[in-house]
């Protein structure tokens, strides 16, 4: 159980369009979702909280405008990356909360490429 | 100060071999969860073992074990008998009761190496 898919797995894209990324739990209700950016051989930096039915949460320095979170349903969060640029590139991986310790569950990350 | 802190960026072990994680973490709560997660190359995140600060018996899950040292802040990985499939990075990572208890930091990561 506690399976958390993504889509797409690796988008590459023209600098000023936007990206769509979706983040689905696939057995499970996901009542808050977490959107992370890592960037190559670095550690996992937490962009936002989504939450199902209200506005996300940005950490500091994340730029809400820039980074459209939508969490619609019990299952699925949207991140949206508005006008890309190639500073955008990166990793972008979503989890979940589930299982005995409240853990997070991850989804297999999405490679976005800028060009 | 950071929350997390691993001092290890690369580890190398022989096949069949134990080796240690080291994990340390600085925070005022009482209660507070410890987590590991292994990235392979692939780049998904698979949980491998939690750590409660109230409990007070070392996590264990087959291969894997935490040596927590509660006085010490430390939250060290024990991986038994390694495998060739074991290499991949790995992440400490805690959540805090003055977060919600959801949100995760995340250390900077070991780099495992197996060797045959």
């Known amino acids: 159980g506690a399976v958390v898919s993504q889509h797409p797995s690796r988008v590459i894209c023209k600098s000023g369009t936007s990206v769509k990324i979706e983040c689905r739990s696939l057995?499970?209700?996901?009542?808050?979702m977490f959107w992370y950016r890592q960037f190559p051989k670095k550690s996992l930096m937490l962009m936002a909280t989504?939450?199902?039915?209200?506005?996300?949460?940005?950490e500091q320095g994340v730029e809400k405008d820039k980074f459209l979170i939508n969490h619609a349903s019990l299952t699925l969060s949207t991140l949206t990356v508005t006008s890309a640029h190639p500073e955008d590139s990166s990793f972008y991986i979503c989890?979940?909360?589930?299982?005995?310790?409240?853990?997070?569950?991850f989804g297999p990350g999405t490679r976005l490429t800028v060009l | 100060a950071q929350k997390i802190t691993q001092t290890q960026p690369g580890m190398f072990v022989q096949e069949k071999e134990a080796v240690t994680l080291d994990c340390t973490y600085d925070?005022?709560?009482?209660?507070?969860?410890l987590f590991w997660y292994k990235q392979p190359s692939s780049g998904e995140m698979i949980f491998l073992i939690y750590?409660?600060?109230?409990?007070?018996q070392n996590a264990t899950e087959g291969r894997y074990s935490l040596n927590f040292q509660k006085a010490r802040k430390s939250a060290n990985l024990v991986i038994s008998a390694s495998q060739l499939g074991d290499s991949a990075m790995y992440f400490c990572?805690?959540?805090?009761?003055?977060?919600?208890?959801?949100?995760?930091?995340f250390g900077t990561g070991t780099r495992l190496l197996v060797s045959p």
């Open positions: 925070t005022s709560d009482q209660s507070y969860g």
């Open positions: 989890s979940a909360l589930a299982g005995v310790y409240n853990e997070q569950f």
């Open positions: 990572a805690m959540r805090e009761m003055d977060t919600g208890f959801q949100k995760l930091v």
């Open positions: 750590q409660g600060s109230y409990d007070e």
């Open positions: 057995d499970f209700q996901a009542t808050t």
């Open positions: 989504s939450n199902e039915g209200s506005k996300a949460t940005y």
